[in-house]
């Protein structure tokens, strides 16, 4: 089946590089070269200083796929295959999946976690997070009554890209308890994993916690870093790898070179670039907040516990769409409306990641 265009992509490659603020950008002020060099050990310079710009192991670097095994408390480095974020999600719903099969996705969510399996000929069931008073929740009931005889893959997001949401690790295991139950796949995009609010919160990674978990992880948000187009799926189910890297041989066969390196370096120093995250996001939030908290009529405000977004509700007298081309046009400002996500309540995502967030927030007032 043909795949549906991807309206989020889409709206940034129209406005991203010609708007003045992104208000909605959903990764952290990116990393320097210089600084990321200046982080790394005489070994890992030693790499990066010599290396040669040729083909690389399709499977990924092995220094980097041990470090990233060193990410989790139960996946080898044989366990883990290195790839493009977005290259991962096609790689692994195209070898798990075949039409007919039914698909249980997380709503709102980043289009590909649906649209691949819905491309592919699956009926994807969205899951939907609903808000309350005191934030975002999760209907465990309602995700429940979601599966049936033909359900082959769950899709989470947590920490939740746009909501912010986290679960508990009670919920947590809830999740995986009816996977389990249901004898299917989860699907785990842990690609805001290390940015909780509060460290304690942190949950293990699926792929630890269940055998037939899959994490999505990379170097794009947390790490600040989405330059270098590395990201990760680590999975504990034997024959997962080898089915994925048969596949990849028809996308890009292989990682580049300099990127890997980079990695490496960062997967190193990760506590530290975390910290680095964690301090641009942490005021954000605080800004953030107060803004929409100083106009009740027309912002309410849902908080998140994770992540580098947020997803408040629009009250105003103006069509969120029409009210964010306003902006665009007159100020500059690019924010992305929830239809982005084919969310039908008219919501918004502010990005606490960049260093400009004050400045796009008083453009906007």
Known sequence: MPIAPFKLERYFALYEFKARYLLSASD???LALSELLEMAAPDSRALWDGLGLGYTESQGHPLLRAEIARQYSRITPEQVLVAAPEEAIFVAMQTLLNPGDEVIVISPAYQSLAEIARSIGCRVVPWSIQPGPDGWRLDLAALERSFSPHTRLLVINFPHNPTGLLPSRTELDAILELARRHNCYV????????????????????????????????????????????????????GLVERWLTFKDYTTICSSAPSEILALIALQNAGRIIQRSLEIIRPNLALAQAFCQRRPQQVEWLAPQAGSTVFPRWLGPVPLEQFCQQVLEQHGVMIVPGGMFDYPASHFRIG???????EALQQLE
Do not use: Q
């Open 28 to 30: 952290v002020e990116s």
């Open 187 to 238: 699907f785990s995009d842990e690609m805001y994993r290390g940015l909780e609010h509060d460290p304690a919160m942190r949950l293990p990674a699926v792929c630890d916690l269940y055998e037939k978990g899959i994490s999505l992880s990379g170097m794009s948000k947390t790490f600040a870093l989405a330059g270098l187009r590395i990201g990760w799926l680590a999975a504990r189910e034997p």
């Open 352 to 358: 606490l990641g960049r260093k400009n967030l004050a």
